[in-house]
């Protein structure tokens, strides 16, 4: 049962404290347990609603591998087969998840076997960025539902594919944008959904840490148990290099996004889902996609290998709103005491969203209430909630539809960034007005047989 605003607020005024009470009963697994004995319809193939969901893992080194220990912590989720080109990653992973869920997972080496395997319900992808479509439009053709990490695609063609292939075969797919099911950011938005911070019109997200830097190591054979080609997948054909292979893939255009898309993607999430707050408070509706988006940045601190920027600023253009985006992956320093966070500002006030807590704050800066939630409650929550679709089939918290137009952002923001101008964005084309040289990075060139499913 939904509680109206009004209901939610004490005597005092104390408005967090109320709200997550309201909020909790708005969550799947609420739902689950008040309506628990009713008939509810299952997408498992020839399984009850009882019976454990059976997950295929592809990439299990770095963010696969948290993800891959969670689902094997689910007590009605079993991982049956892990899977990776790197075959060092196999013992210790797989001795992790016998612990965890009492039995020990087959390998393999090629996720197309996990895709034939009729056991497998779910496919999750933990991989780099390069590997997220193809895998995930397969996944779908082959019946599996589907978690991919975030971004939603190497770029924008990718996921509207991605989009497609779930809807023509009617698969859940959840986006790894955890924060969709974190109550911290639910209730940040409610709260400015009440119209306290009046006219809303100017929403920012932030990053700021200091990394570390990537050298510039020479060219050498891959190592030994690693299919190097296989991890080049629809990636050009390069000689191996350390630099590019493990965690720092991301840095490098081939196979990543920059730290846009690698953390800004959530905290632009944050601000958008929190200037699309300010706008239902207005009785208005912010629209899915920007008109408009500009960067400026670069490579000012690194001398490396890397490719994408080290200093970026980012802002979109939205009828009557701008959202931006301000990223310094070498200097420390939190702004409005979030070293990564994001802010929704009116005219009366302003919201922070931190990674585990909100702000508000009224036009003197002083703070009016807050709330907090732990930030590992939203990695359990968003893969409960992707069982739960399953099992409901509803749609997720990150349903890919949400999460292409959150990740489509990243991409907005980083062709800006390469073309060094203003583009003009078309929404219903998903493409930029009369700019041929941004609309060749909307798509990539595909290696060899690795090219994007027809859907």
Known sequence: MALALSQVF??????????????????????????????????????????????????????????????????????????????????????????????????????????????????????????????????????????????????????????????????????????????????????????????????????????????????????????????????????????????????????????????????VDYARRGLAAGFEAMGKKLPDWPTAVTASGGKFFFDDAQQWPDTLVVTWDYPGATLMYEMRNWQPTAMEGEAEGAAVYGENGYVVIGNGSWRAYDEAGKIVTSGASAKAEDDVNHKRDMVDAIRTGGRPACDIEIGHCASALIHLGNIAWRTDRKLRFDAATETFVEDSDANALVSREYRDRWVLPKV
């Open 10 to 267: 004490d005597a005092q005024g104390d408005f967090a404290l109320s709200l997550r009470g309201a909020i909790a009963m708005r969550t799947r697994r609420d739902f689950l347990q008040v309506t628990a004995g009713a008939v509810v319809p299952t997408l498992l193939s020839g399984a009850s609603v009882n019976e454990r969901v059976t997950v295929g893992m592809m990439g299990f080194r770095g963010r696969g591998r948290q993800l891959l220990y969670g689902f094997a912590e689910m007590p009605d989720v079993r991982v049956k087969t892990i899977c990776d080109v790197d075959q060092r990653l196999f013992d210790s992973a797989a001795a992790a998840v016998a612990d965890r869920q009492g039995s020990r997972p087959a390998v393999e080496t090629d996720f197309r076997r996990l895709l034939e395997d009729s056991d497998i319900d779910v496919l999750v992808v933990g991989t780099p960025t390069h590997w997220h479509a193809i895998p995930t439009m397969l996944g779908c053709q082959a019946g599996k539902h589907v978690y991919v990490e975030k971004p939603a695609g190497h770029n924008i063609a990718e996921g509207r594919a991605m989009l497609d292939a779930a809807r023509k075969y009617d698969r859940v797919v959840q986006v790894g944008i955890q924060s969709r099911s974190g109550r911290n950011y639910e209730e940040a938005c409610a709260y400015i959904r009440t119209g306290a911070l009046g006219k809303v019109a100017f929403a920012k997200g932030w990053e700021s840490a200091r990394q570390k830097g990537i050298g510039y190591p020479p060219d050498e054979a891959a190592p030994a148990g690693v299919d190097y080609d296989m991890w080049l997948g629809p990636a050009p054909k390069r000689p191996f290099n350390r630099s590019r292979f493990h965690g720092s893939w991301r840095w490098f255009f081939d196979y990543g996004t920059g730290d846009l898309g690698n953390d800004g993607v959530h905290r």
